[in-house]
């Protein structure tokens, strides 16, 4: 996964409205990823991919056992979501060329896999990468990622754009039938080679708004926002990246003079960006029990590595973060696991 890299909260918006339709409440959906439910209604906001995964693995746990529920969330990504990048590759000349744009640019998606692109016979095949996603989620995120390129793909020429052929890793589950409604063409399962191909007499048509001076302005202001993400480096990811080091303490103070700073300069850097040291602990603390609980460990060896006294207090903190107790997540996970 493409891990810290920053992106508007409109995919975060559409997450949570999808998690309140299946009964998944905004708190519920947004916990533990550091985001504040009235950030969401602020079209400037950005939050980090690490943030988005967070809200992922809350609708995941506890709506994983919905049929699709990835195809579901991926089909109702809309072009316009995309703000000046939509426009960008909505002037493109072809659907070719627009793909091609968008993959060199995948900064500025929402996707959390990763995506390449290639020249086959048949047509232009975008590849689906998705080592280094978390297994909680992995299914859930190659679903909507690969389902959202495609309602791109079809937005972008204003007609349905049928796939010539769809793989995945997976192999074939009771909900088949919903990819090939997704699709619009035959889908293979259990495939080493994971992606889509568009067939050349689709990839090389010129789409319904080209035109290249548009196009060229608005990749202009995409190359602008690449650029001021990729200079500015958020001080909440350099406090993250600290929490993260094996054995790094988690105060203030200590972080902040290891960062050559204040713990009132931190404080204030952190507050500017809609956060606070306590919240980026306890997320990072969340994301590391999650994984240590996955990988089988005790919660007194959890505690342990975290630096709580005691297991009892790792289980007080646990509930904050997550509603439940370790055992109970350990025993959610498990079940979901075994339906997917």
Known sequence: MRAWKVRGVASVQLLVDLAAEHGLGTADCLRGSGIAAESLEDPLCEVEASQELAVVRNLVRVLGHI????????????ITGYGIFGYALLSSLSLRSAVEYAIR???????????????????????????GLPKDCRRFLVERD???????????????????RTSFHFERPAYA???????????????????????????DLPLPHADERTARLCQEQCREILDRRRVRTRMSERVRQHLLRPRAGAEM??????????????????????????????????TLAEEMLAHRMTVEEVAERLGYA?????????????????????????LGASKS
């Not at 300069?265 to 969340?286: I, K, N, P, W, Y």
Request: hydrophobic share 45%.
């Open 146 to 164: 690969t389902a959202s390129a495609a309602a791109l793909c079809r937005q972008l020429l204003a007609k349905p754009v049928p796939a010539r």
């Open 253 to 286: 103070e200590k972080v902040a003079a290891e960062l050559g700073l204040t713990a009132r300069t931190l404080r204030r850097h952190l507050v500017a960006e809609g956060t606070s040291f306590r919240q980026l602990v306890d997320e990072v603390r969340a």
């Open 177 to 203: 039938r919903l990819f090939e409604e997704v699709f619009l063409g035959p889908v293979l399962f259990g495939d080493p080679v994971q992606g889509m191909v568009l067939g050349t007499e689709w990839a």
């Open 310 to 334: 005691d297991g009892s207090s790792f289980v007080h903190a646990f509930k904050r973060w997550k509603g439940v107790s370790p055992r109970t997540y350990r025993q959610r996970a498990a």
């Open 105 to 131: 640019n995948l900064d500025l998606t929402f996707a959390l896999t990763h995506f390449q692109v290639a020249n086959v016979p048949d047509g232009l095949f975008v590849g689906v990468d998705d080592r």
């Open 67 to 78: 049929p699709g529920i990835g195809l579901e969330a991926g089909r109702r990504y809309r």
